[in-house]
Structures are given as structure tokens and as C-alpha cells.
């Protein structure tokens, strides 16, 4: 494929990923009244996976596709996770209880880092979140709980979904964010004695990225969708197929071969 064959190709899946970005962005309440801790924690996880959508197609006009790769692994596992508050809506309490304890043990580590590091300030942050510990844990006696419990790990929650052949898609993310040597292969080109430092013009590699993070964004629209009552799973299903046969039908149309790519399949 020439130069202008690849750029011509990048810019069809721009503007479709573009379009696929504001259309979910017009079917999202800009704003809502009267929700639960939990309910909330499900629109702020939706909406931060439109801005990861978003700053993937920010990424695309430069050819920065190992970049997009890494927001691409965030998206994963918030989509994913939202698919995992889905599975359990009618738990939902007990869904947002195991985000906080996840998200407390996180960050304790890391202020307990800081504090071995003697970085200012780190003791009185280390004190703040060991005080958020008791109600974490009366929160979780209310629900029955005897021992707190977080969230399950990312391919656990892959397996329950039936979705275990996405980990080597995760995978994939994952050689972009430690810079191994297929990272490297996708920002320049290099080998044999010599690298060239332009930007690498990879327009199926650019492809497998956008189809991935366009499924994992249709995963979280859907999924926060049929929690908080925005849309039917009839209207959401048809939406999805729709949105993801254009990205597709786009592809395809620049020459791609998306089977390639191994990321498409339904929620």
C-alpha cells in the first residue's frame, strides 16, 4: 500500500470513528438527577470511556497507533468492568462496595510508597485512607460480608463474560505500554542495521486498535445503558451492530483485511 493509499485509508476510519464518538456521546444524558452512589459510579465509568474513545481518535490523524494501543488497554478493562456491573445490576450496592474496596487497596499501596520513600506529606495521606477503612467495613456488614472483598481480576471478569480470547487482545495493549520489541516495530521502522524515525504508517495495525477500542466503548454504552434505563437491549443491540458495521465497512473499503484483526464479536 502506497503512502496515499494509507493515508486515505486512515482518514475513512477517522471519520467514522468520529462519527461513532459524538453518536454516543448525543444518546448520553449530558447530566442526571436523583441516582445512587452506585448508579453514579456507572455514568462516571461510561463517561470516562468516552474520553479514552475519544483521545484513541486524537491519536489517529499523527499515526501514534502504539499510543492508542495504551489508551486501548484502559478502555478494555473499564468497559469490561462496567460488562462485570451489568451481570450483577440487581447487586449493585454490592458492585459499587468492591469498586471502593479495589480502588482503596490501590491506593493505599501507593501512599504507603510514597511514606517508604519519604515523600512530603505521604504520612498524612497514608492516615486519610486508613481512615476510610471503617467504613468500608461497616458498609460491607451491612451487606453480609465477613471479610471485605474487591473487584475480581481483570481476566476473571473476561472468563465470566465468556470473553477469555479477549485477553490476548489485553496482551497485545500491554506490548505498547512496557515498550517491548512489537511496540517499537509499530512507532518506527528499525531492523537489519538501520531505523527510520518517521512515523510508521501501519494502516491494519491502526485498524486492529480502532476495532478493538470501538467494540470496548459499544461494551460500555450498552452496558451502562441498560443499568441506568437509558435505551432497550433491542434498540442498544441493533445500535451496536450498526456502529460497528460501518467501522467494518470502512476498513474493508480501504483495502483492510479486519479478519486480521481478531477483535470483533457481540456483547
Known amino acids: 500500500m502506497t503512502d496515499e493509499e494509507a493515508e486515505a485509508a486512515k482518514q475513512q476510519m477517522i471519520d467514522v470513528v468520529a462519527s461513532i464518538h459524538n453518536r454516543l456521546v448525543e444518546l448520553t444524558p449530558s447530566t442526571q438527577e436523583g441516582m445512587s452512589d452506585p448508579e453514579v459510579l456507572v455514568a462516571v465509568l461510561h463517561a470516562g470511556c468516552l ?157 486492529a486498535v480502532t476495532l478493538l477500542a470501538t467494540d470496548s466503548v459499544l461494551i460500555a454504552h450498552q452496558s451502562a445503558a441498560l443499568v441506568l434505563g437509558w435505551s432497550s437491549e433491542s434498540d442498544l443491540n441493533a445500535l451496536a451492530e450498526e456502529l460497528r458495521g460501518q467501522l467494518v465497512e470502512a476498513a474493508k473499503a480501504a483495502g483492510l483485511d479486519v479478519e486480521k484483526a481478531h477483535l470483533m464479536d457481540e456483547v
Open 51 to 207: 474520553s479514552l474513545y475519544q483521545g484513541i481518535y486524537r491519536l489517529m490523524p499523527d499515526w501514534l497507533t502504539e499510543e492508542a494501543w495504551i489508551l486501548c488497554r484502559t478502555l478494555m478493562v473499564d468497559s469490561i468492568t462496567l460488562l462485570y456491573f451489568m451481570g450483577y445490576a440487581d447487586k449493585l450496592e454490592e458492585m459499587f462496595l468492591k469498586f471502593q474496596v479495589s480502588s482503596y487497596r490501590h491506593e493505599i499501596a501507593l501512599e504507603r510508597e510514597a511514606l517508604t520513600l519519604g515523600l512530603e506529606g505521604a504520612g498524612d495521606k497514608v492516615a486519610l485512607r486508613e481512615a476510610e477503612l471503617p467504613a468500608l467495613e461497616s458498609h460491607g456488614k451491612a451487606l453480609g460480608w465477613t471479610t471485605l472483598k474487591g473487584l475480581p481480576g481483570f481476566k476473571d471478569m473476561l472468563v465470566e463474560a465468556e470473553k477469555a480470547e479477549r485477553y490476548w487482545s489485553y496482551r497485545r495493549a500491554s506490548q505498547a505500554v512496557h515498550t517491548s520489541r512489537l511496540a517499537m516495530a509499530g512507532r518506527v521502522s528499525w531492523g537489519d542495521g538501520r531505523y527510520d524515525l518517521g512515523t510508521k504508517k501501519d494502516p491494519l495495525n491502526l485498524a
